[in-house]
């Protein structure tokens, strides 16, 4: 099988793409896949460090405002259009699936002049743009949350798969878990709250983590805090003005990016963060009770409609960037690591939003399109 996987920005659009490559592999040996994005986002490191060939074209995300840059924009997108129709021709894949991102707008529509099966996968639980557009030309749109299906309008086909990640629930014993603890340089009985905004961290949730910091809130709990490496200078820094050692500060370790994620998510007791479809994926599998604080000024509050998935089963409470506070923020943490029985409940009802058997259930829509569309 031949399959041309478009994804482009972020590693939200890019890891799944990458899970969906891996799973094809892994079922079809001699499978030929490439990637098509831009030579801007992070897919240009992803892509060739999973192994897989990338190719670019030029694409922009487009806003409704009328300016020469959004003019030229609209020109070098149109340009785009036309170079994935040429790689299209010259690889000739089995089939064409979008990730995420504006790549899959020029991409997508390519494929399918060309009568070439598509595919797009939607993380998010408020479908962005592309998807919307391309609902009708799209033979097969998969989602990672139930919500999203009622908002996707007119579109051929519809289902609900989960999203693809890497990181899985672990069954720590006791013992290990107060070994791994120790490692760390915490305390085994007081509980665990991981802060994290995103590989490039977030402004706000950072602020407030150093207010905390600064007034000695976190008296009863430990932060363990991955600050993002663009901020982590800058938060020594204005710790310094406060005559906070960033190494020396009690109940708290803070770091630029936590590279044994999942061994840190699986220890943690509670988790502060965005809430990107990634990060919502994550802490369902895990059964994590969270705080989240949805990134603002974002397509359609997308990130907002995410965290609503794990507030309405009560596995989650969204405090919104404006209203964000370290006193706030410290009165929700203590609210549910004091009581054993709510991060239990919290947990539990989170686990239920998990999607099990992913990949599986991708691959199987992968196949079926292209019998559907006589591929096979």
């Not at 007034?215 to 982590?232: E, F, S, V």
């Amino acid at each position: 099988m031949k399959v041309m996987i478009a994804a482009a920005g972020t590693g939200g659009h890019i890891n799944p793409g990458i899970a969906i490559a891996n799973k094809i592999k892994e079922e079809e040996k001699d499978s030929e896949i490439i990637f098509i994005g831009t030579n801007r986002g992070l897919e240009n490191d992803l892509v060739p460090r999973a192994g897989y060939e990338l190719k670019t074209i030029d694409a922009y995300g487009l806003s409704k405002k009328i300016s020469i840059e959004n003019i030229k924009k609209m020109f070098k997108t149109a340009k785009g259009y036309g170079e994935a129709k040429k790689i299209i021709k010259e690889f000739k894949p089995d089939i064409v699936i979008g990730t995420g991102g504006y790549i899959c707008g020029a991409t997508i529509m390519a494929a399918h002049k060309l009568k070439i099966p598509t595919i797009l996968h939607e993380s998010n639980a408020f479908p962005g743009k592309a998807v919307k557009m391309l609902a009708k030309k799209t033979d097969c749109i998969l989602v990672s949350f139930e919500d999203a299906i009622p908002r996707i309008k007119n579109a051929k086909k519809v289902v609900y798969t989960g999203t693809p990640i890497k990181i899985t629930k672990q069954k720590y014993s006791e013992e290990e878990k107060i070994d791994k603890k120790r490692k760390i340089g915490f305390d085994e009985k007081k509980p665990i709250v991981l802060v994290f905004g995103g590989s490039q961290g977030a402004q706000a949730i950072n602020e407030t983590i150093i207010g905390i910091a600064k007034k000695k809130l976190n008296k009863d709990y430990q932060i363990m805090w991955a600050t993002g490496p663009k901020q982590y200078d800058l938060i020594k820094e204005k710790m310094e003005q406060e005559d906070l050692n960033i190494n020396n500060i009690k109940n708290m370790k803070i770091v630029p990016y936590i590279y044994n994620m999942e061994e840190i998510m699986n220890l943690a007791d509670i988790i502060v963060a965005r809430s990107g479809a990634m990060t919502i994926t994550e802490i369902s599998n895990l059964g994590k009770p969270s705080i989240l604080v949805p990134l603002p000024n974002v397509s359609n509050d997308h990130q907002l409609y995410n965290a609503k998935v794990l507030e309405k089963v009560n596995a989650a409470k969204i405090i919104l960037n404006k209203d964000l506070t370290d006193e706030k923020l410290n009165l929700e943490i203590t609210n549910i690591v004091s009581y054993e029985r709510v991060m239990e409940k919290m947990g539990k009802n989170a686990e239920k939003m998990a999607v099990n058997d992913v990949e599986n259930k991708i691959y199987k829509q992968i196949k079926e399109t292209q019998k559907e569309m006589g591929r096979i």
